[in-house]
T-cell receptor, first 110, second 114 residues
């Protein structure tokens, strides 16, 4: 089955500095990719979905997909302390089940 | 508004105990999933189903059974609970596929096995 690796495990950035998170996957069969955010003790909130190579922007969140290199990334512009959370990437293909990465814990310092 | 309801919210049991986690969705979605979430592992797929009576094995199925009794109801069964199954369990249903896919998550069940 599709394996999803996220890096880094944890990341600390200062408020206003760009935060970049990465996800690699094991094969190219997935056709939809999503980034979720999970605040401590809360549920999952979808931030951005991307389905083709290139870039997809949703507010301060931008996802980049490169299927050839089996890589999808998330960039958070001007992060705020309220963005401190665990970020999960997920991918799926048609009638399979979504697989998630292990998550990146982001801390944004004021 | 799609809704997925999990029960109970919290459960404490002892090693060897019998536990059933319940999940109900009222949106007639075909696909339903059970995940467990542990620090450092993200969400790991236990079992899933694409309709009443159907069951698909996930990535971490050992020690778990599941049953989809109706379109709405998906149960996760731990017949001999072990401390390694202490975790936060999420149920989800799926609407659409591909670019139209949307997952709806329940609020989670926190299970502690002593």
């Amino acid at each position: 089955q599709q394996k999803v690796q996220q890096s880094p495990e944890s990341l600390t950035v200062s408020e206003g500095a760009m935060a970049s998170l990465n996800c690699t996957f094991s094969d190219g069969t997935s056709d939809n990719f999503r980034w979720y955010r999970q605040h401590s003790g809360k549920g999952l909130e979808v931030l951005v979905s991307i389905f083709s190579d290139g870039e997809k922007e949703e507010g301060r969140f931008t996802a980049h997909l490169n299927r050839a290199s089996l890589h999808v990334s998330l960039h958070i512009r001007e992060p705020q302390p309220s963005d401190s959370a665990v970020y999960l990437c997920a991918m799926n293909n048609n009638n399979n089940a979504p697989r998630f990465g292990a998550g990146t814990k982001l801390t944004v310092k004021p | 508004e799609a809704a997925v309801t999990q029960s109970p919210r919290n459960k404490v049991t002892v090693t060897g105990g019998n536990v059933t986690l319940s999940c109900r969705q009222t949106n007639s979605h075909n696909y339903m999933y059970w995940y467990r979430q542990d620090t450092g592992h993200g969400l790991r797929l236990i079992h899933y189903s694409y309709g009443a009576g159907n069951l698909q094995i996930g990535d971490v199925p050992d020690g778990y059974k599941a049953t989809r009794t109706t379109q709405e109801d998906f149960f996760l069964l731990l017949e001999l609970a072990s401390p390694s199954q202490t975790s936060l369990y999420f149920c989800a249903s799926r609407m659409g596929w591909g670019s139209a896919e949307t997952l709806y998550f329940g609020s989670g069940t926190r299970l502690t096995v002593l």
